[in-house]
């Protein structure tokens, strides 16, 4: 079936809107204290859920080497903020689907971070699975990104082609730049000849995502697909020699081998 040319719209009323993804891609002061960190966390305006909190830690812990000891003052610090802030709590069916050690380990030595209960309030939608070499390389290029997703809401669809949308990866020159959600018809004209293509409904927000970048390793039968974090990629890691983007530290430029594959996953907050 063929694809529609414009964005789709349900409503005749335009929705104000921010097309940036909230989560990508963020500066993080490496000189920080732990409770300093923490202390950032509980206030920026950047920091806009649990699960940039905890990607934060991660980053932070990972350029620093110091392997964070989650001692029950940082599990109290971190309920605190999480009760300030209002934040939505990891939903158990994230920890079982990646092998990201940092989230997967949360339910044990950061307990008040994790729900309690089956329901969940968030879906993940993968995008294209992409041959790769190294992650860098996508986020330096205008790349455009499809997904397939029918939202709650919309109950009928009788448009052509599959319901979804599209993140464009938007380069910052010599840093990271931004991604952002398609929402505008000639955004989803042209797309490339592959084995689905997608229309837009003005449903679906940005502010209800967060951006994961999943390798392609666990490509093998019970194998998860491994996690990598980007809110933070902005931020200046040391690597012994030098100070690099986080993103392009050692973790982000590893070869991923002839083999090599990924693709983007989204939360999405319903």
């Excluded at 490496?30 to 409770?35: A, G, S």
């Amino acid at each position: 079936m063929a694809a529609s040319s414009t964005a789709a719209s349900s409503s005749p009323t335009a929705i104000n809107r921010c097309d940036v993804i909230p989560n990508c891609h963020h500066v993080l002061n490496m000189k920080l204290t732990i409770h300093g960190l923490l202390d950032f966390l509980e206030v920026s305006e950047n920091v806009t859920s649990l699960f940039m909190a905890l990607e934060a830690l991660w980053t932070w812990d990972m350029c620093r080497g110091l392997d964070i000891m989650y001692s029950p003052l940082i599990n109290s610090r971190l309920k605190g903020i999480i009760k300030k802030r209002s934040w939505s709590l990891v939903p158990s069916n994230m920890l079982e689907r990646f092998s990201f050690t940092s989230i997967r380990n949360v339910s044990s030595v950061l307990p008040s971070c994790v729900k309690n209960t089956d329901t969940c309030d968030c879906i993940f939608i993968n995008g294209e699975r992409m041959r790769i070499t190294t992650f860098p390389i996508i986020m330096k290029r205008p790349t455009k990104l499809r997904f397939c997703f029918e939202h709650p809401s919309i109950k009928s669809c009788n448009l052509p082609g599959k319901c979804g949308f599209i993140l464009q990866v938007v380069p910052g020159g010599s840093t990271f730049g931004k991604i952002r959600l398609c929402t505008k018809g000639e955004d989803y004209r042209h797309q490339k000849a592959a084995e689905f293509e997608v229309h837009f409904h003005e449903q679906i927000r940005a502010e209800k995502m967060h951006v994961f970048f999943c390798t392609g390793i666990g490509l093998l039968k019970n194998q998860s697909d491994m996690i990598i974090p980007i809110s933070w990629l902005s931020s200046s890691c040391n690597t012994g020699q030098n100070t690099v983007p986080v993103g392009n530290s050692q973790l982000f430029t590893r070869k991923l081998g002839s083999q090599g594959s990924g693709y983007f996953t989204v939360m999405y907050e319903i």
